[in-house]
């Protein structure tokens, strides 16, 4: 089975959001999806959008500071766990946050996932956003078996 790779232009900020809408009624328990990409380029704003169309009603905070963000229902339709890496010093740090356990009832939604180290989550659905010059996101991903043929976007 190979991974299904693609492309996608976002002209600005609300096709950020439109496309984490996209990929929220495709997330189920157990799911892992990584959002790799530098500063300021989109991951919470995607991240938003996920959050908003499983019923999220205020903005979700950036989780940089708390690292792990969790919301449950009824505050959300799916338990899931917003992550933000970004802080850890080291990949070991990763096992006292207790993902994997958390991942048996609940979606990850992980930004920079590199600072886990290399090959950590092997199924998720990698995201992976780029600034272009005229100020657009290029999102790039992979699509392991595991997403089947949930991951379509256009």
Request: without cysteine; hydrophobic residues 50%.
């Amino acid at each position: 089975m190979s991974v299904a790779q693609g492309a996608l232009r976002l002209a600005d900020a609300a096709a950020t959001l439109a496309l984490g809408a996209t990929l929220a009624p495709l997330l189920r328990a157990g799911d892992v999806v990584t959002l790799a990409g530098g500063l300021g380029v989109g991951k919470t704003s995607l991240a938003r959008g996920v959050l908003a169309a499983l019923g999220l009603a205020e903005e979700a905070p950036s989780p940089t500071f708390a690292i792990v963000q969790p919301y449950a229902p009824p505050e959300v339709a799916l338990p899931l766990l917003h992550v933000d890496l970004y802080r850890l010093d080291d990949p070991a740090e990763v096992e006292e946050l207790g993902l994997d356990e958390a991942r048996l009832d609940s979606a990850l939604l992980i930004e920079w996932p590199e600072r886990a180290g290399a090959g950590r989550w092997p199924d998720a659905l990698a995201l992976t956003l780029a600034a272009e010059p005229d100020g657009a996101r290029r999102l790039t991903w992979e699509a392991p078996p595991a997403w089947g043929a949930r991951w379509r976007p256009r």
